[in-house]
């Protein structure tokens, strides 16, 4: 991991690759991805582009086939608290991404890191969805999310937090007593009353 980085410069670097994200979302390569790979697009690109920089240390420009596979297989499986559709659609998303930088030369050795994610896909999927390779916080917003907490609640989450810590300090099986959210389906109306579905609307930030 890196231990110091600059924040100006991951500022720069996400600046960057947000435009170069625009920019792909108007390409014929996105348009091959299927909707929930589109749907996960965006989030897959950039968590990407900010752990490469946070830990492997790797601006885009020096991008290579060992950073991203310490990234795919062992720090977003580790750190990213997302669903499986996340670490599904990881693969085909920078594999269209790559290809795309590639075609409008835009980044050094996108054709080959095009052809390695797709190689390692089902790999990350493994690693997403083995527990012994979560780090502690992904693991707390894993269970909370198990056990229907809303993550983004800050006293739904404390209260959850709580409640675990008192059961494990006196050797108890982990339980809540929170009721599960329902379930909001992507192309449900969005609960917020803006008319559009939930996918377009508060739906982007549910990540």
């Known amino acids: 991991m890196v231990e110091e980085y600059s924040d100006q410069e991951l500022d720069e670097i996400l600046d960057k690759v947000h435009k170069w994200g625009v920019a792909f979302s108007n390409s014929k390569y996105y348009q091959q991805l299927t909707e929930e790979q589109q749907w996960e697009s965006e989030g897959v690109i950039m968590f990407f582009a900010e752990y490469m920089y946070s830990y492997p240390g790797l601006p885009p420009e020096a991008w290579n086939a060992v950073g991203l596979d310490e990234c795919c297989l062992d720090i977003l499986p580790g750190k990213v608290s997302a669903g499986q559709s996340f670490f599904k659609a990881t693969a085909p998303v920078l594999s269209a991404f790559f290809t795309f930088l590639a075609e409008r030369r835009l980044l050094r050795r996108a054709a080959a890191l095009a052809k390695k994610v797709a190689r390692i896909d089902k790999q990350i999927v493994r690693a997403a969805s083995d527990p012994r390779r979560w780090g502690m916080a992904k693991s ?9 907490v809303d993550v983004t609640d800050e006293e739904e989450m404390a209260a959850f937090t709580a409640s675990l810590n008192l059961q494990r300090a006196l050797g108890l099986p982990a339980q809540t007593n929170i ?3 329902p379930k909001i389906g992507r192309n449900d109306p969005c609960p917020c009353g803006s008319g559009k579905k939930y996918k377009h609307c508060c739906g982007r930030r549910d990540r």
Do not use: H, S
């Not at 707390?140 to 229907?148: E, F, I, Q, S, Y």
């Open 140 to 148: 707390l917003v894993m269970a909370a999310m198990d056990a229907g």
């Open 179 to 181: 009721e599960p959210a």
